[in-house]
């Protein structure tokens, strides 16, 4: 019902479709920080967003990779995009290996709301398709609401809700995260942002980070990133490290 509705809010933007993004906006992704984009890409645009982490626990190391979301604009303001599985493998430690989900969804942006807030609502689930030691088990649908706040002087915040759903799993089917973010645009290429995350799932200990990087456009339409992430709790990894790289090609419902 929730995917039917969003779909059928597309008829509602096309009255403010100046307020929608454009092909003529510079790329806006959802990495490198958890956070993601309150802003959809445009319409008739093809938007690749991919990323590989290093991440340091106690008992060793670990790789993911290649994080990749493909997003396709749609219609005004309304996009799909879809989680192409991603591998995780230990480095120097035992431990199982395998690839995570696919993962389609579909999201809208409501805003803009007075004041300069941006805001969207993205519907999900990730499809039983990888490993079970990896993903869990059965589909894990989702629901979130990012939302960003440009200040002035090239200062912004924004932040994200998610309610994650696991019906298949026996113990913790339900997990809530938040996110809050303050960044800063430096030049009209560079941006830099630290960001707070936390994971909140039923019956065990939060995972909470910090996370703090930034973002080169080598275009208006290419973006490299880096990130470095370090937990403030035992039940977090002790650091991540990632790279990225993302695209946009437009004009493709010409």
């Not at 509602?12 to 959809?40: F, H, L, W, Y």
């Not at 990730?126 to 869990?136: D, E, F, R, S, V």
């Not at 403030?232 to 004009?251: C, H, K």
Request: glycine share 10%; aromatic share 8%; charged share 15%.
């Amino acid at each position: 019902m929730l995917l039917a509705a969003l779909t059928a809010a597309a008829a509602t933007t096309a009255a403010r479709a100046d307020g929608c993004p454009k092909p003529s906006d510079e790329i806006a992704t959802d990495r490198p920080d958890v956070t993601n984009s309150s802003i959809v890409v445009p319409v008739g645009s093809l938007q690749n967003e991919n990323g590989v982490n290093l991440t340091g626990r106690d008992v060793g190391r670990s790789i993911d990779g290649s994080n990749s979301r493909w997003r396709l604009g749609i219609a005004p303001c309304l996009e799909v995009l879809v989680d192409l599985p991603t591998w995780f493998g230990s480095v120097r430690s035992p431990g199982v290996s395998g690839f995570s989900d696919v993962a389609p969804a579909i999201k809208w942006q409501i805003s803009p709301l007075p004041g300069k807030i941006d805001l969207s609502i993205t519907a999900g689930v990730a499809l039983p398709t990888g490993a079970a030691a990896i993903a869990g088990r059965g589909a894990q649908p989702y629901i979130q609401l990012p939302w960003s706040w440009e200040l002035h002087d090239g200062w912004g915040v924004s932040g994200m809700l998610t309610e994650f759903f696991r019906p298949a799993e026996p113990t913790g089917q339900h997990m809530s995260e938040a996110t809050f973010v303050i960044e800063r645009k430096l030049t009209e290429r560079i941006s830099v942002f630290t960001e707070y995350v936390g994971d909140y799932p039923d019956g065990t200990r939060p995972i909470q980070l910090i996370n703090s990087g930034g973002m080169y456009r080598l275009t208006p339409t290419q973006q490299f990133d880096l990130h470095v992430a370090f937990g403030l709790n035992r039940n977090s990894p002790n650091y991540i490290v990632g790279l990225g790289y993302s695209f946009r090609v437009d004009g493709l419902f010409r």
